[in-house]
């Protein structure tokens, strides 16, 4: 595109300037002005919920808003919400304008991440050349963000290496979303020669957390945390990389440095509600409870405004609160929080929470009564659950004699997960706390043997040649496992066998995607993932 | 015995730069319409207004300089270095300073590697750039050099002037402020003590950026120079 081109391109853009300071608003609506903006397309909001509101009817092609808006919401709460809300589309750039670099700032969540910051003041020639790069980047990015969107990420990390050949100004970032897209699809050798291949000429912070990433999805912790405190070392205010390292020392069980980790980042950062809710869950774990009631009150606080705010945190700070011997405050936060959300997960796992706080208080009768009413709403339900949240669920129905019921809770987690050992290991654990150790021990290992038969059956029947019996023995053990990620892969495999001998057939070809999305979704770091997504696209 | 704790500046430092800031960009803003309508270059209200934005900028400068020490001291500064195309990165550090050269009649002259990408935080080396240019301003006679290009597998970034060069006091205590000595004589204090320091933040393979003070170049002035691995 041309100087002239984009300069007519900016001239006849929509513009909002959203700021609470009135000199501020006038200001940069000058700068507009004197950039050829015709003073008709420049509208200007004051706060949050009017930008919100000003978003609502009209699309603009760019944003100006600052970040910090007195109070309320923030700039990233805006666009967060903007976002979340389809009121803005890909093309709308987005700039934030800010009175200094701070790592709130530059380093929040990825949903919230804006085009570019630009440090006060802004100025004709700063904001000019600042579109067109924007520009640019979006021109670069619309095909692969589309592929992305309809989760076609072959074709995205295929866009990504077309690019990379003539767009020296955004290669880096090309390389990084490439990367990205390998890893989410099992391709994880391939990223990790990538990541190389870039700290081989560079030390590049990105490509590090990349191949601690990998490290971890291989779960060698070690060697991820290793290369994490290494990172966090050289480059202080990488805020992600914090977040991996507490993971990775949560999972070698070196529960105090995992803290240390958090404090760390909390202490660059403290306006991070995922951050805080981090320091949360863990404080929880390990009953260092009044700092887990501070970690999750400041969530909560924290994400009041923001579009993505979870009841996690309610639930997180009830479980604390009864456990720090307060149930009637517990139930009031589970209160609050069936007020501000809403759907079945939610009013699942806050019965679940509701029981545990009777049952821990000591009312073994209202934790009974609490434990039926959720035994009856999950017969009813249909809503994927966590495990970790399941096996809670479990351990009250278990503990309160809803018997039958908790068995059969953790039988199905058992076979969904017949080769997952924490997850075994988890439900042994709640079997014992609950007085059923052998018995539990007989069942896990029966649930697991029967889960094992039932995915080998349709396997061994599609070897015979019989795929017809073979897909309907693939269905019927879905319907009982529909989380088990081999036997989702397994099926794929044999159904795609089947198109290739006899014809494709779009109902099935839609059957064996969303199952292999299922399976990505819950173990991305699935390398069969990709081989059968390649293979479906040639049926298509 | 007095229990009252000790008045404490840093806790307002980065507090009160939102309304600073704002206050800024406000007045950045009047003076550049000011400018605008003042009409031909040589009016004496023509070179108040951009003595004005040159001070105005000053201000913007030291306060950025001064906030970025504090974070850096305290690990709370966002280091973040991305691809950068240099001869846009340039143009944009010159809009900074092209009002002022104009009104003073300085002319600008870029040398720049063509197609030439590298990685660095832009807002610091930005911040290292404009300061110098500024300074430059200052002392030259009608010219200032940008040059900008790899040597020896590093990016070296140098601003020129056809003035008559560093003393040797300044030569000297540029390399005390490279080492890191606190000193604190004059306002050259601060802008190469941030220079010294923002550039050492850009490592790359053992090697850490650097400034350095030279007199000679093009020119025949003053030389500052940044290197960044």
């Not at chain 1, 601690?212 to 290369?227: C, K, P, Q, T, V």
């Not at chain 1, 080769?419 to 609950?434: G, M, Q, S, Y």
């Not at chain 2, 990016?155 to 005390?176: H, K, N, T, W």
Request: glycine residues 6%; contains cysteine.
């Amino acid at each position: 595109m041309s100087v002239t081109d984009d300069n007519k391109l900016i001239a006849n853009s929509n513009y909002l300037v959203v700021d609470d300071f009135p000199g501020m608003r006038g200001t940069l609506s000058m700068v507009l002005r004197n950039c050829g903006v015709n003073p008709k397309n420049i509208d200007t909001a004051s706060n949050g919920s009017e930008a919100i509101k000003t978003l609502s009817r009209k699309k603009y092609d760019v944003v100006l808003c600052d970040f910090n808006l007195g109070d309320g919401k923030t700039g990233a709460h805006v666009l967060e919400e903007a976002k979340y809300r389809s009121l803005i589309g890909p093309s709308c750039c987005w700039i934030m304008v800010t009175a200094e670099k701070t790592t709130d700032t530059v380093m929040g969540s990825a949903e919230s991440q804006p085009d570019a910051y630009l440090i006060k003041p802004v100025t004709e020639a700063i904001l000019i050349s600042r579109l067109q790069k924007i520009r640019a980047k979006k021109e670069s990015f619309i095909e692969i963000d589309r592929a992305i969107a309809g989760r076609d990420y072959l074709q995205a990390i295929q866009l990504c290496d077309e690019r990379a050949i003539n767009d020296k100004a955004n290669a880096i970032e090309l390389l990084r979303v490439k990367c990205d897209l390998l890893t989410r699809t099992g391709q994880s050798d391939k990223a990790r020669a990538t990541y190389e291949n870039v700290l081989a000429s560079r030390d590049v912070p990105w490509a590090q957390l990349g191949l601690a990433r990998i490290h971890m999805l291989d779960e060698d912790f070690e060697s991820a945390a290793g290369l994490l405190e290494q990172l966090v070392d050289n480059n202080r205010s990488y805020l992600e990389a914090y977040d991996y390292l507490a993971e990775a020392h949560q999972a070698l069980g070196q529960n105090d440095k995992a803290e240390a980790t958090l404090e760390r980042a909390l202490a660059l950062s403290p306006n991070s509600h995922v951050r805080q809710r981090a320091m949360g869950d863990l404080s929880l774990k390990t009953g260092k409870l009044d700092r887990a009631e501070k970690a999750f009150r400041k969530t909560v606080t924290l994400a009041e405004h923001s579009v993505r705010k979870s009841p996690e945190a309610y639930l997180g700070l009830a479980k604390t609160v009864s456990a720090k011997s307060n149930p009637q405050e517990a139930l009031n936060v589970l209160e609050q929080m069936n007020k501000k959300f809403s759907g079945e997960e939610v009013r699942l796992k806050g019965k679940s929470v509701e029981g545990l706080i009777y049952h821990q208080s000591g009312n073994a009768e209202k934790a009974k009564e609490v434990a039926q009413e959720l035994s009856s709403m999950l017969e009813s339900s249909s809503t994927r659950i966590d495990s970790a949240a399941k096996r809670e669920m479990a351990e009250l129905l278990l503990a309160t004699g809803e018997h039958e019921k908790g068995l059969a809770l953790l039988q199905a987690e058992v076979m969904n997960n017949p080769e997952d050992k924490a997850n075994l290991a988890a439900v042994r654990e709640i079997f014992r706390k609950t007085g059923f150790e052998d018995q539990g021990a007989v069942l896990v290992e029966a649930s697991r043997k029967e889960a094992m038969d039932m995915m080998n059956a349709g396997t061994l029947l599609a070897k015979e040649g019989d795929f017809a019996q073979a897909i309907d023995k693939l269905r019927s053990a879905l319907e009982k496992m529909p989380a088990n990620v081999r036997l989702l892969l397994n099926s794929a495999h044999i159904m795609i066998t089947y198109m290739e001998k006899s014809g494709a057939n779009a109902d099935l070809i839609n059957e064996v995607r969303r199952n292999l999305l299922t399976a990505n979704q819950l173990a991305p770091a699935e390398q069969r993932f990709l081989l059968l997504m390649n293979r479906l696209k040639v049926l298509e | 015995m007095n229990t009252q704790p000790k008045p404490d500046a840093t806790l307002f430092l980065a507090s009160s730069v939102h309304d600073m800031k704002n206050s800024i960009s406000v007045m950045l803003g009047s003076v550049q319409r000011f400018l605008a309508q003042a009409g031909p270059e040589q009016t004496e209200f023509h070179r108040d207004m951009a003595q004005m934005l040159y001070e105005i900028q000053l201000i913007n400068g030291n306060l950025i300089q001064l906030l970025t020490l504090y974070k850096l001291g305290n690990d709370l500064y966002p280091f973040n270095a991305e691809t950068q195309e240099i001869a846009e990165f340039a143009h944009t550090a010159v809009s900074h300073v092209q009002p002022l050269l104009n009104s003073r009649g300085i002319r600008i002259e870029l040398d720049l590697e063509e197609n030439c990408y590298w990685e660095f935080d832009g807002d610091l080396v930005n911040g290292i750039i404009v300061n110098a240019m500024n300074n430059a301003a200052n002392y030259t006679r009608s010219t200032i050099h940008l040059g900008v290009a790899t040597v020896a597998g590093a990016l070296e970034i140098r601003v020129e002037d056809d003035g008559s060069g560093f003393p040797q006091r300044m030569l000297d205590e540029g390399l005390a402020a490279m080492r890191g000595v606190d000193f604190s004589t004059g306002s050259t204090g601060l802008g190469l003590y941030f220079a010294a320091v923002s550039a050492r933040l850009h490592r790359n393979r053992q090697e850490e950026g650097s400034i350095r003070l030279e007199n000679g170049g093009r020119l025949g002035g003053g030389c500052f120079i940044v290197r960044l691995p």
